[in-house]
């Protein structure tokens, strides 16, 4: 399991750094979009930040991924895969397939590191058990 999940990170980081850096540098070819996807996109452009906001979100996100901040990774990364997926869904299906295997990564990961998660689904507003307290620090030898 432990080759999996370090392999979905690198390949889910690697997928957001790349494509939230060609928002900016522009290296990678952009297919025809449908004319419902070009109308989102231009009124997405049209706001002057969300655009960069996106862009800047994939490549903060994947790098977390990349550096081993796996739980915070994909919590930040979390609502821009739902709007890639809900995006090829309605507006272009035919970049579905790439789009449901970012989300499957995304979700195998979230699995894998449940426990970073747990405090976030109790009512219990106290420190979760799962949490160590601090440990005092150990006499020294005299």
């Known amino acids: ?4 999940a370090t392999s979905a990170r690198m390949l889910l ?8 850096l060609n928002g900016f540098l522009h290296f990678l070819p952009q297919p025809p979009m449908p004319d419902g996807a070009v109308a989102f996109f231009g009124a997405l452009f049209a706001t002057g ?3 960069p ?6 490549v903060a996100g994947g790098l977390l991924l990349l550096f081993g901040f796996v739980p915070l990774g994909l919590v930040v990364l979390a609502p821009v895969i739902v709007n890639i997926v809900s995006f090829h869904v309605f507006l272009a299906p035919e970049g579905l397939g790439l ?3 970012v989300a499957s990564l995304e979700l195998f ?3 894998v590191h ?8 109790t009512t219990d507003s106290a420190a979760p058990e799962s949490v160590p307290a601090s440990r005092p620090l150990p006499a020294r030898a005299q």
């Open 109 to 111: 990961l979230a699995y």
């Open 99 to 101: 789009a449901l295997v």
């Open 53 to 58: 906001l996106i862009f800047a979100t994939q």
């Open 49 to 51: 930040y969300m655009v």
């Open 13 to 20: 980081g690697l997928i957001f750094t790349v494509f939230g």
């Open 1 to 4: 399991m432990n080759k999996a």
């Open 114 to 121: 449940r426990g970073a998660y747990r405090a976030l689904f």
